[in-house]
């Protein structure tokens, strides 16, 4: 099983649908989470930290389910400008980070 | 602060020269990364520094790569001899500590044919 796992879509949506990904990681004991955005031929950028309580950033939601070893992203009402790819992060054991192979999302008019 | 700054952007070279990728991270922040991206394997940790020092090079692929971080304010990953299946996009990130935000930088598009 890999450490870090993402179901790679791609998901195609109509703008103004929601839509919500996973990420599964195999340790346990991990204890930080993050989702990154990437655009085509760009580089990854930090899109929203994932906290024990689950927490919301305008239409984004991330949520942690530790009894499943699984955290999420909810997009609501998207828009086109949120086609991208969705990477998730876990610190897996003593600080080693390690990226998700992402989540491919196009909305479509 | 004008971010991690990648040099070059695009780099095509032949089977077997060697290639000097260049990194210069936030200023102040202690860690620097290097990845490698392809479609097959996604982003991959190479290697890792904190205050310089080598930290983790556990995802270099082989003796054919190598880092370096002489200063806090620039890193190079040498490639050499590079093969194709090099080809890549290989990222540099900085982060302020180990565990918060890491800052990429545009990347550098290799190319070994």
Redesign the interface.
């Known amino acids: 099983r890999k450490e870090v796992e993402q179901d790679p879509g791609p998901f195609n949506v109509p703008e103004g649908a929601t839509v919500a990904f996973n990420c599964t990681y195999s340790n346990s004991a991990s204890q930080?989470f993050?989702w990154y955005r990437q655009d085509c031929r760009?580089?990854?950028?930090?899109l929203m930290?994932v906290y024990s309580s689950g927490n919301e950033d305008g239409r984004f939601t991330a949520q942690l389910n530790r009894a499943s070893q699984y955290i999420s992203l909810l997009i609501r009402d998207s828009k086109l400008s949120d086609s991208a790819t969705y990477?998730c992060v876990v610190?897996i054991r003593n600080?080693?980070?390690?990226?998700?192979?992402?989540t491919r999302l196009t909305v479509k008019p | 602060d004008a971010g991690v700054i990648q040099s070059p952007r695009h780099e095509v070279t032949e089977m077997g020269q060697e290639v000097t990728l260049r990194c210069k991270p936030i200023s102040g922040h202690d860690y620097l990364f290097w990845y490698r991206q392809t479609m097959m394997r996604g982003l991959e940790l190479l290697i890792y520094f904190n205050n310089n020092v080598p930290i983790d090079d556990s995802g270099m692929p082989e003796d054919r790569f190598s880092a370096k971080m002489p200063n806090a304010s620039f890193s190079t990953l040498k490639i050499q001899p590079s093969e194709p299946r090099d080809s890549a996009v290989y990222f540099c990130a900085s982060s302020p500590d180990r565990d918060d935000e890491q800052y990429f930088g545009p990347g550098t598009r290799l190319t070994v044919t």
Do not use: C, T, V
């Open positions: 930080s993050f760009k580089e990854p950028k930090l930290s990477l610190n600080n080693d980070m390690r990226f998700g192979a992402g």
